[in-house]
């Protein structure tokens, strides 16, 4: 029995099987994004701000971050470079979402890994759930060329 006969015709969501940490200080935007994300099928972790976005993602291990970059307290800049240089998440990818778009070059000068993906805020939801399939799908064709490259070896 596949999916469609458990399911009758509801279809599968656009981010179904994926774990993503929604990162925001802001109450509203973090249920809309993490709405957004359970509607297209994915589960759906949320941080209120960086040293709580640090700990689920070293716990949890997301399959991606969307990180707001102003915050209280440990800012989106820190906890993007924070989450860059741990072991533990450092290949996890990054999604910005900010409405501070002039923080962009901010966060590409940093001496890391850039994030993967950049959306200003507000932003419309078929936008936000179509780039974090791509994150999705370019994370999992670099995951497959290691693993190819590993066994190759």
Not at 19 to 44: K, N, P, Q, S, Y
Not at 78 to 90: K, S, Y
Not at 125 to 144: E, F, S
């Amino acid at each position: 029995m596949d999916d469609r006969e458990i399911l009758g015709d509801v279809p599968l969501g656009r981010l179904n099987g994926y774990c993503v940490l929604v990162v925001d200080d802001d109450e509203e935007i973090r249920t809309f994004l993490t709405t957004l994300m359970t509607d297209e099928g994915a589960a759906a972790l949320q941080a209120a701000d960086g040293d709580e976005a640090l700990a689920t993602a070293v716990r949890a291990k997301p399959d991606l971050i969307t990180l707001d970059l102003s915050m209280p307290g440990r800012d989106g800049i820190e906890t993007f470079c924070d989450l860059r240089q741990n072991p533990a998440t450092e290949e996890v990818p990054v999604c910005i979402i900010t409405g501070h778009p002039e923080f962009r070059k901010v966060i590409y000068d940093r001496p890391v890994t850039p994030p993967e993906g950049f959306i200003e805020k507000p932003c419309d939801p078929d936008h936000v759930v179509k780039t974090i399939q791509r994150i999705l799908g370019l994370a999992k064709r670099k995951r497959a060329r290691a693993t190819n490259e590993a066994t190759t070896s």
